[in-house]
Each structure stands twice: as C-alpha cells, then as structure tokens.
C-alpha cells in the first residue's frame, strides 16, 4: 500500500505543484485569504468531500467520509503568508510587494490538497473519516483557535482521535528529511509590555523629578537575571527585549519609559511561573524607587506537545514510507511556536518538519523561514502529500 501511495503522489506531483506555485504567486496574509480560499476549493472540485468555509476566517473544512466505519483522523495544512516583500529567485516568485509565502504554508496547502485527491481515490477502503484542516492566520492570528471555535474538531460528527500537521523547512533539515519529537515539540510565546510611569523634569535636577529610565534599564537587566537564576536550566525560559523606547532630548526627564519583551517558555508550569514573576519583579523594583509601572501579558500561542503514542506512530509511518535514514529525532524543542498547539490541546497528534532546502545548497548556511531570500524545494511536496495520506490511512486502518 505505501509504494502505491509515493507512486500516485508522484503521479500527481505537476498539479500539486501547479497549485502552490499560483498560490506563491498571489500570496495573502492574516485570517483573510479570499484568493488562496477560491484555489483550493477549485483544487478539490470533484472530490467525495463534505466542504464548509469559515465564517469568520477564509478556511476551508473538507470531510473524506470513508465507506466503511470507523474513527476520524484530522490533517492539518496552513495557508497564509507573511509581510515579507520577495527576494528569493524562483520563476513562481511573490508578485504582490510586501506578501510572501516565507514560512513555506504554500506547500502545506499544496500537499494537503494533493493528500484530499489520493485519499478520495482510496475512498471504498477507508475505515473512517478525514477532516482536512486548511486554516489561515497561522503567522500572527490563531487561525487554529478560530476554526476550533466554528467547530473543525466536529465537523465529521465524533471527535478525531488522532491530529498531524507537517511543517516544511528551508534551512536545517536536508531535503527529503523528516524531523520531530516526542513530547514538547515547540516553544509558548507570549509578549510581556512594560511601561515605567515616573514625572518628568530638567536634566539637570533628577531629584525633583522621578526619572523612569534608570528604572526601566533596571527591569530589563532584571529580567535576564531572573531567567538564569530562577528557572531550571532544563526547563528553560528565552526572554528578549525587542523594544525599548523613551525621552526625547539629552537635558530632559521623560514621564515614562516602555519596552516590550518576547518570553519562550517549553511547559505550561513555567509559562505560567514565567508570568507571575516577571510581573512581581517589575512591580517591586518600581515601587521600591517610588515609581509606578502598568505591565500585562499578552498571550502568544501556547506550547505544541506531540503525543508520545502519536509521535511514535508518525515516525514508525514515515520510516516505512519513506526509509529510516529520512527521519531524524529532533533532540531540542524548537524555540519558535506554533497554533496548531491550539489543536493538540485538545487531540493527540503530532506536528513534524519536512525538510525542503533546495539541492545544491548547504541547510546549515541556506535562508530560514521567514527570511525574504528563503526558498522551498518542490522535491518535498510529492512526499509531503504521501505522507500526510499515509498517516491517516493507517491510523484509522489501526484504530
Ligand atoms: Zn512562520
Ligand atoms: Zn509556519
């Protein structure tokens, strides 16, 4: 069964790619994404599926109802792009300025896509169901919550007892390579905003005044100190202060000072832990020079756990499909973050990379995700779509 699937995947390979290089081409950002919607409905035309569209986002949910019975597996593929204007040189490149497909969701929606058609033709041996998750806002929006809340994890009746998303990568990984992890797979991220509230003043008499800039410089050495003294190293907390503004000559005392940090965090203890401190480390030092400071949270996506059952499944599917020597135990997390955490929450899955750096050029040095230059292999998506195919397929013919 599995040489059948990479064979007609291959078979299918032009169109799958036809699909991401129209959907490079015109890429859009955020939750709404009218363009891609129309050319993935267009992509499953004609296919056995249950099709609904977001109300309050322009996803796309397909329902494979196989013929024979059993449980429901959901498959996950993001769709959005990213406010980077392109500079990779493809023949399909970027023609909107300021939108790009730079976290390589273009082959997500391509493979899924490509996994609807091969599914739909193995429909008379299916024991259960497929849920095909194409969401957008993935970037910035929680696009995952969202489709949560319009009830995706429903849409085929019973609950899915199993979720995988794959992830491509232009740097890192070796073409062709599959890489994850049991247990925490990716970082939480949230964003901690800080705003140090004194009394402005002469430069030349601090004393009259409250001068909040010594303090806010405080509270960001602060901070450093209380990740590396207060947490477990093996636990660990990344905290990076990506704005720091205030004042606006040299002889003048401003009323306030403000910075905004990103904070990483790998399990839901110390996230919350992280939280808790940070906010009572900056309340006490301000107080303790007479000074007031607004600081809040904002939360950023909670941290992706792939399911050791699950893991283990996916990895065993891969090797078989694809050999032992294309998949890689990841030995960290990853310190970027991810929505389909929002869907592991609530459903045993797993989320793996799929390496997809160009031939010829060296993962250690190539463009990143997110990067204007980074470029995505179509080489990957006939694998990508086999093996999305194959984890489903096999998961509901072992349930
Ligand atoms: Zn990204
Ligand atoms: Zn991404």
Do not use: W
Not at 105 to 125: P, V, W
Not at 302 to 312: C, H, K, M, R, S
């Amino acid at each position: 069964m599995a040489a059948g699937i990479l064979a007609d995947a291959a078979a299918i390979s032009g169109e799958i790619a036809e699909l991401r290089h129209s959907i490079h081409a015109e890429p859009e950002i955020g939750l709404d994404l009218p363009k891609t919607q129309r050319k993935v409905l267009e992509a499953l035309e004609g296919l056995p599926l249950e099709i609904t569209c977001g109300q309050s986002l322009s996803s796309v949910t397909a329902v494979l109802r196989g013929a024979r019975p059993g449980k429901t597996v959901l498959l996950r593929g993001d769709m959005d792009a990213l406010p980077v204007t392109e500079r990779a040189d493809v023949p399909y490149s970027s023609q909107i300025p300021g939108a790009m497909p730079a976290c390589g969701h273009d082959l997500h929606t391509a493979m899924l896509a490509g996994a609807a058609r091969l599914l739909s033709a193995r429909q008379a041996d299916l024991a259960g169901n497929v849920i095909f998750m194409f969401q957008p806002g993935e970037e910035t929006s929680g696009g995952a919550r969202i489709m949560i809340s319009e009830g995706v994890l429903a849409a085929a009746g019973d609950r899915p007892c199993a979720a995988y998303a794959l992830h491509v990568a232009s740097s890192l990984l070796p073409l062709g390579v599959l890489a994850g992890r049991a247990g925490t797979a990716l970082a939480a991220a949230d964003t901690l905003h800080v705003t140090v509230r004194g009394r402005g003043g002469h430069g030349s008499q601090p004393h009259l005044a409250s001068d909040p800039i010594p303090v806010a410089c405080e509270l960001v050495t602060s901070l450093h100190t209380m990740v590396t003294r207060r947490f477990d190293v093996f636990d660990p907390v990344v905290l990076t202060v990506g704005t720091f503004h205030a004042g606006t000559t040299d002889n003048v005392i401003p009323d306030d000072a403000a910075f905004v940090a990103t904070i990483r965090t790998f399990s839901a203890q110390t996230r919350d832990r992280v939280k808790d401190l940070a906010l009572r480390l900056v309340r006490q030092i301000t107080s303790g020079h007479g000074l007031d400071a607004d600081a809040s949270f904002v939360d950023g996506y909670p941290v992706t756990v792939n399911d050791q059952a699950e893991f283990a499944f996916a990895e065993r599917t891969s090797s078989d499909l694809l050999g032992d020597a294309r998949f890689l135990a990841a030995p960290f997390p990853l310190t970027g973050s991810e929505d389909f955490s929002y869907v592991l929450e609530q459903v045993p899955g797993a989320f793996l990379m799929l390496g997809a750096c160009p031939p010829g050029i060296d993962p250690a040095t190539a463009a990143y995700n997110h990067s204007a230059e980074a470029r995505f292999d179509d080489a990957a998506l006939a694998d990508g779509t086999a093996l999305y195919a194959e984890l489903a397929l096999r998961r509901l013919a072992e349930a």
